[in-house]
């Protein structure tokens, strides 16, 4: 049985996705997404990352109203993702994760200055960042990624945190 403390964090997380703040997830909020981070990196929409990271986007908005939009209407409302995200997510993180893996590959990849496929901590705070999240908690997350302490992080660490912080009630 799902908690309703669980519920009320799952709810919490729901800005995250609303870019514009008008109450709902549609596809303009992950576009927005998007927009935002390439705008704080400096890459051009029409440039491979740019694409890549457009495409991302929308595989991510298909999976999530796959997953929430109960109505389909093409938006999800605070009450489809927090049902969307407890009842089909709370058991299978990694199915979130695998909806998230093309948007988070590709945003690794505008951050990721150097080509090696991981991105500086201090990058990923600014994805984070980008996204909406607070720039204390932002710089906070993208530390806690960083395992091995080298001061990157990649795919591997950033799919399932991603999926576990959407999922997962810890």
Excluded: C
Excluded at 27 to 34: I, L, N, Q, Y
Excluded at 155 to 167: C, D, G, K, S
């Amino acid at each position: 049985m799902v908690s309703s403390e669980y519920e009320r964090r799952i709810a919490g997380r729901f800005a995250l996705f609303d870019q514009d703040g008008n109450g709902y997830i549609d596809r303009a909020d992950f576009d927005a997404a998007a927009k935002a981070l390439l705008a704080e990196f400096g890459t051009a929409a029409r440039s491979d990352k740019g694409q890549a990271l457009y495409a991302g986007a929308e595989a991510f908005w298909q999976g999530m109203a796959g997953i929430a939009d109960r109505d389909g209407d093409q938006r999800i409302s605070r009450d489809e993702f927090v049902g969307g995200a407890v009842k089909r997510l709370h058991d299978s993180p990694e199915r979130f994760a695998e909806i998230a893996r093309p948007f988070l590959h590709a945003a690794l990849a505008v951050a990721d200055a150097d080509g090696d496929g991981r991105a500086t901590v201090e990058d990923a705070a600014r994805v984070l960042k980008a996204l909406g999240v607070p720039e204390d908690i932002a710089r906070a997350s993208a530390a806690a990624l960083d395992a091995d302490a080298d001061g990157k992080v990649g795919e591997a660490e950033t799919v399932p945190a991603f999926a576990r912080y959407f999922t997962v009630p810890e």
